[in-house]
């Protein structure tokens, strides 16, 4: 069983940044990929980041590559995503995940654990 707890969200004008953080407990973390997904109202939750087991690959929703950066350290169990240059569209809820390998992290329905989301909105 892997719990997560997202935190970092909040409100922030557009051009502004933000950093999320979630906490994982459970053993597996290290050995698993994990991901952000977000969804905005009236919308599907969709894919936005992921990273492997390692940290040496990581791979990007076209619309936020160049802007947000995802990372982890396996020693302390957090996952992070820096996001810069925020648009309005950027306003969700962010969740972070535990994906069943990294070739399929992009997909939601391989999602092994979701955390209970964190809210972002982004002001014009």
């Known amino acids: 069983q892997v719990q997560l707890a997202e935190s970092g969200g909040g409100l922030v004008q557009a051009g502004g940044s933000l950093r999320l953080s979630c906490a994982a407990s459970g053993r597996i973390f290290s050995n698993c990929a994990m991901g952000w997904f977000r969804k905005a109202p009236g919308k599907e939750r969709e894919f936005i980041a992921a990273?492997?087991?390692?940290?040496?690959?990581?791979r990007y929703a076209d619309s936020v590559k160049g802007r947000f950066t995802i990372s982890r350290d396996n020693a302390k169990n957090t996952v992070s995503l820096q996001m810069n240059s925020l648009k309005p569209e950027d306003t969700a809820v962010y969740y972070c995940?535990?994906?069943?390998?990294?070739?399929?992290?992009?997909?939601?329905?391989?999602?092994?654990?979701w955390g209970q989301g964190t809210q972002v909105t982004v002001s014009s």
């Open positions: 990273i492997s087991w390692s940290g040496d690959s990581t």
């Open positions: 995940a535990t994906v069943i390998t990294f070739a399929q992290a992009m997909d939601k329905r391989r999602v092994l654990y």
